[in-house]
């Protein structure tokens, strides 16, 4: 399967914006869904695993969510803060592959 | 505290074939659950995965590539090796190491990303 991000969003600052990332085929909710944050230059970084669960150092400011109806999970961002700019990659697996969505870059202006 | 570091040449011809080395620290790979995978990024495009390696040897790979690629792990140097053959210039690319934090093996994800190494394909 594959994952369909929207090539780009933007908001401006103290809003809140929702990134999201539907499944191809398949349920969406056969398969955990986790999302990183790429800024320019540097390596991603994970901000929600297993769906909804923030690691440590994350602000509670994101989270994830999944809608069986759409087939899609969402990141959602609140209260955005200009160093919330990046690529947000949300990524699943089928089991054996690992799939990555083709990411979405949030502007915050 | 895990850190990953990628290293391997930064150059290659086409034909040739890539052997990157991803050294990890804060973690054995003889810890059950315990897997680092290879990530790649095109210049200004998305993540692509390649290949994963578990604990107990079990190995993933994408299938587009599959025939490529191979992945070891040297536990007694922390390292695990990824080899791809028959690179071509859209294999260029900065090629990411990571771990998968040892949460489970039931899905396949990744926690701690390395710096991350940058290939180039050119004749």
């Known amino acids: 399967f594959m994952l369909t991000q929207p090539h780009s969003v933007s908001e401006s600052p103290g809003k809140t914006v929702a990134i999201s990332c539907t499944r191809s085929?398949?349920?969406?909710?056969?398969?955990?869904v986790h999302w990183y944050r790429q800024r320019p230059g540097t390596s991603p970084t994970t901000v929600i695993y297993?769906?909804?669960?923030?690691p440590s150092g994350v602000p509670a400011r994101f989270s994830g969510s999944i809608d069986s109806p759409s087939n899609s999970a969402s990141l959602t961002i609140s209260g955005l803060k200009t160093e919330d700019e990046g690529d947000y990659y949300c990524?699943?697996?089928?089991?054996?592959?690992?799939?990555f969505g083709g990411g979405s870059r949030l502007t915050v202006l | 505290q895990i850190t990953l570091r990628e290293s391997g040449p930064t150059l290659l011809k086409p034909t040739q074939t890539l052997t990157l080395t991803c050294t990890f620290y804060?973690?054995?790979?003889?810890?059950?659950?315990?897997?680092v995978g290879w990530i790649r990024q095109p210049p200004g495009g998305a993540l692509e995965w390649l290949a994963l390696?578990?604990?107990?040897?079990?190995?993933h790979f994408s299938p587009s590539l599959k025939s490529r690629l191979t992945i070891t792990k040297d536990t007694s140097r922390n390292q695990v090796v990824l080899t791809m053959s028959g690179m071509d210039p859209v294999d260029t690319a900065t090629y990411y190491c990571?771990?998968?934090?040892?949460?489970?093996?039931?899905?396949?994800?990744?926690?701690?990303w390395g710096q991350g190494t940058v290939v180039a394909v050119s004749s």
């Open positions: 990524q699943s697996d089928d089991g054996d592959s690992v799939i």
């Open positions: 990571a771990s998968n934090g040892g949460r489970t093996r039931d899905y396949h994800a990744f926690d701690i």
């Open positions: 390696i578990y604990w107990d040897d079990q190995k």
């Open positions: 085929s398949g349920s969406i909710a056969s398969n955990y």
């Open positions: 804060g973690f054995s790979l003889t810890t059950s659950e315990m897997g």
């Open positions: 297993e769906d909804n669960q923030r």
